[in-house]
């Protein structure tokens, strides 16, 4: 698997605070409380990162990054930003970040399936797209938490082929793979 490039001063972490900050969300940082699990994963999914000025911090932090590959994921939806190949890996960790935000609140049950979804989904995708495992979590882990979502009938099947793929790839043998 790859080498991890870091991408900034600061590491994953700062970039996924600011594009969490600037991702189309409601003012008070929820996404939909009474929306079922597919469809608050289906908007999140279709949900574009912007750059707003009017988010404190949100664009000067961006600014300071030496990525050009994260200002071009402004305007990108989350689900494209997931499932193609010429996203950075930085943006990726970005989204898994969000993803593990997202499901560690305790507001609604919906927030954390979705964002659990989102999660697996980054992992999968830096996967299948970078061949780089940027998750502590040892293939068998997640060649079962993968399965477990494929089984989800809420699923998009745009992210069902992702983790088709992301198990293939945890059931090949290991050769000194990276994590974090």
């Given amino acids: 698997m790859k080498e991890e490039t870091t991408c900034g001063p600061g590491g994953p972490q700062k970039i996924a605070r600011a594009l969490s900050l600037a991702a189309e969300a409601p003012a008070d940082g929820h996404l ?52 193609t190949s010429e996203t950075d890996l930085a943006v990726i960790k970005t989204i898994k970040d969000y993803g593990k935000e997202l499901a560690q609140r305790r507001d609604t049950d919906s927030e954390q399936i ?10 999968a995708s830096a996967l299948v797209f970078h061949q780089h495992r940027i998750t502590q979590y040892p293939p068998e882990k997640l060649h079962e938490a993968f399965s477990k979502l494929q089984q989800k009938p809420w699923i998009p099947s745009e992210l069902m082929g992702l983790f088709e793929k992301a198990i293939h790839i945890c059931r090949q043998p290991t050769k000194g793979s990276n994590s974090e």
Avoid: F, R
Wanted: one cysteine or more; aromatic letters at 4%.
């Fill in 32 to 83: 939909g409380c009474d929306q079922p699990p597919e469809e608050l994963l289906g908007a999140i999914l279709a949900n574009k990162l912007i750059l707003d000025p009017a988010v404190p911090h949100s664009l000067p932090s961006l600014l300071n990054w030496s990525c050009n590959e994260v200002l071009a994921a402004a305007g990108q939806t989350m689900a494209h930003l997931l499932l």
């Fill in 114 to 123: 979705a964002g659990t979804a989102i999660y697996y989904a980054a992992i």
